[in-house]
């Protein structure tokens, strides 16, 4: 009896990882919000925190040197060390974001304003914070001519944009990096301080698009991880993002007990990886030893003369070494493959899963692998 109540527990806990978050999030935000998904991602990477009382006011401004920081720590780059003075007429290097600001100049997200004022403390414009974005992507030339067609169809309020941020408005429109709050759809609004829901928004499509196409200095840093490791076949990959296709199947080891005899539909389940999981060019996927987790699906008892036992497995939970945990939904199957002729003509056979035994797992769903880091976008 105890055992039966202590595996209803564990079921209920798996069941719980299953439907939260993998982190705390904020008391203001809920998963309905327009920026949800995004705030929680950059969030769980470390790119946004929150407020000590445990909100993350979405609607308040950033300032700009807040905004290089986000910027720099979204694209990975915070602990690259870079030589590129900056002259700027209010940062001394014993200002808490001079080298955040030092790596933007560097890897050519902002200019070098040679002796003008930063204005770390201003808020930061929708015009400066989607140049910044832009300036990320490696993107073509377009004409003035082309600029203005993009954005006098685009924005409503184009005539009000900067002169200098007429390009950058332009490509921002092309590559889906215009982000617009609902209630002002068919503006710009460029001289508006973006706020911090806008940010977080603006910051995760600029790494997807990074990850894709990034601007000639971040692709000379922007280096995926190679390893050993089980080789996963059709694997795509574009820049430093590797998708691995819904169908794939590869090896899960066991650390639960499973069995026709045994289990239930809905008890928990648990496994590894095996090996690191690695693309035919070696570009490291999924670490070993991520984690597993998910529930009994069907159960099929062994009945002489009837039927053989077999279970099937879904999982629905990836925990990462790097502490990520993502929806990843995948069935295995464990059913008496090696019986004999006649143990197999007169069933009846029951087949266990034993902690360590290597089970293959069929994804039904893709993945989308960010190959600098291991990141998985869900």
């Known amino acids: 009896m105890f055992k039966k109540i202590m595996k209803g527990v564990f079921a209920l806990a798996i069941l719980a990882m299953v439907s939260s978050p993998a982190h705390a999030f904020y008391s203001d935000m809920d998963q309905d919000h327009w920026a949800y998904q995004s705030i929680k991602f950059l969030t769980e990477i470390g790119v946004v925190v929150g407020f000590p009382d445990g909100t993350y006011k979405p609607e308040i401004p950033v300032t700009r040197a807040e905004f290089a920081s986000m910027a720099i720590k979204s694209l990975g780059q915070e602990h690259t060390n870079v030589s590129q003075d900056i002259h700027f007429a209010d940062i001394t290097r014993d200002f808490w974001a001079y080298n955040i600001i030092e790596k933007a100049v560097y890897f050519n997200l902002i200019p070098d ?15 400066e914070a989607i140049n910044l974005a832009v300036n990320a992507i490696a993107s073509s030339n377009i004409s003035e001519q ?11 309020d184009y005539t009000q944009m900067p002169a200098w941020f007429l390009m950058a408005a332009a490509k921002s429109h092309l590559l889906n990096l215009d982000v617009i709050m609902p209630g002002g759809e068919g503006t710009m609004q460029a001289n508006r301080p973006m706020n911090r829901a806008e940010v977080a928004m603006l910051l995760y499509r600029m790494m997807q698009e990074a990850k894709l196409n990034p601007n000639d200095k971040l692709a000379e840093v922007m280096q995926k991880r190679t390893a050993d490791g089980f080789i996963v076949d059709n694997v795509k990959v574009q820049g430093s993002i590797g998708v691995i296709p819904a169908g794939t199947i590869f090896p899960i080891k066991l650390t639960s007990v499973v069995g026709s005899d045994i289990s239930n539909v809905a008890d928990a389940y648990t496994a590894v990886t095996p090996n690191n999981y690695v693309t035919r060019e070696k570009y490291l996927l999924i670490s070993e030893n991520s984690e597993m987790k998910g529930q009994v699906k069907y159960v099929q008892r062994g009945k002489v003369f009837k039927q053989q036992g077999e279970v099937i497995l879904k999982n629905e939970l990836l ?26 003509l007169f069933k009846g056979k029951q087949v266990t899963g034993k902690k360590g035994d290597i089970v293959n797992l069929r994804l039904l ?8 880091n291991g990141y998985i976008y869900e």
């Open 113 to 127: 304003s040679k002796g003008e004022a930063f204005r770390p403390f201003d808020p930061v414009t929708r015009a």
């Open 146 to 156: 082309r600029a203005t067609d993009v954005c006098s169809k685009a924005y409503k």
């Open 319 to 344: 925990v990462t070494p790097n502490d990520q945990a993502v929806m990843v939904y995948g069935v295995a199957t464990l059913d008496p493959q090696n019986i004999g002729f006649w143990r197999r």
């Open 365 to 372: 769903a893709p993945i989308k692998v960010d190959l600098t």
